[in-house]
């Protein structure tokens, strides 16, 4: 286990934004994960688990605990038959490699979720989604250490009660309870989808005139879209997405539909209004906000962070975008990344 003092959130997130850690600890192992939370229990403080920090917002105060950075490694192909195939990945894995592991070999299932950055491990926990597809609809299990019991367990879909950008990882009781090991998928063995895909895919495949919907050809179609719209955070400060879509009922649907909102339909027949969309509509997309931010130009879902260097700066920036939102349209926008504070559950 490799263990620093008194680490700069800033430099661990994305959004650059957060005061000290009083430790951070990088784990490679299942004996470094036990031994980084027997060295929180004996020093009574609070642990956090953070990924590559791509979706999280650091605040003023900082953490008086431990961070801990999985960087355990490994990607395997568990078992394979003509119709389906397991594969698996240890959490500290990127995301995105692990994608490009799975569609080079032809299988389907997570190729709309390519270029989403961050670990195997954070993925579960967030249910990532993206152009139709979640990882809920291919996560077979989570091999988690848990840390109320002290023990490696296997936790499967129905387990981890997966909703909208919410499972027991990140929500309710259990909530950085288990620090998860690896993840196995169940993913589809040399099939394709196939459209209507989420809007901005099926322009984009229409546009290049894509009618090859193989694995690898959708990766490289989503993640070409990505890139024109989503910032380098090497470059440009930021958290990715920064706000949830909203999810309505049919009857919500309709009358947004007559009052000329733009709702995407799920395959599961669910509706979705796109969060981006409403912040565009609102007139934001590029603007410059209150304490050093501006939504990106390319993409309005994205808050980019220019000069800011407190977490009552974002407060500023994100109150304007809600209440703008809100006061157009009727729509309370969530902030989809989490924030990185102590729990009341102690190690």
Known sequence: MKLRENVLISELT??????SARFVAEVSSLADVKEAYEFAKDAKMPVYILGDGANTIGRDEGFDGLII?????GMEVVEETSDDVLVRAMGGENWDGFVEFCCERGYSGVECLSAIPGTVGAAPVQNIGAYGQDISQTVDNVEAYDTREN???ILGRDEMKMAYRSTIFNDGPDAGRYFITAVTLRLENDEKLEPPFYNSLQKYLDEHQISDYSPLNLREAVSAIRAAKLPDPAEEASAG???KNIHLSDEEALTAREEGLKIYDKPDGSHVLNAGWLIEAAGLKGKEL????HISDKAALILINDSAKSYKDLEKARAEIVRTVFDKFGFRLEQEPVELVAKERRA
């Open 69 to 73: 950075l999985n960087r355990m490694k």
């Open 241 to 243: 997405s920064f706000f």
């Open 290 to 293: 209150p304490g050093g931010f």
């Open 151 to 153: 023990e490696m367990v």
């Open 14 to 19: 994305t959004m650059r934004l957060g005061g």
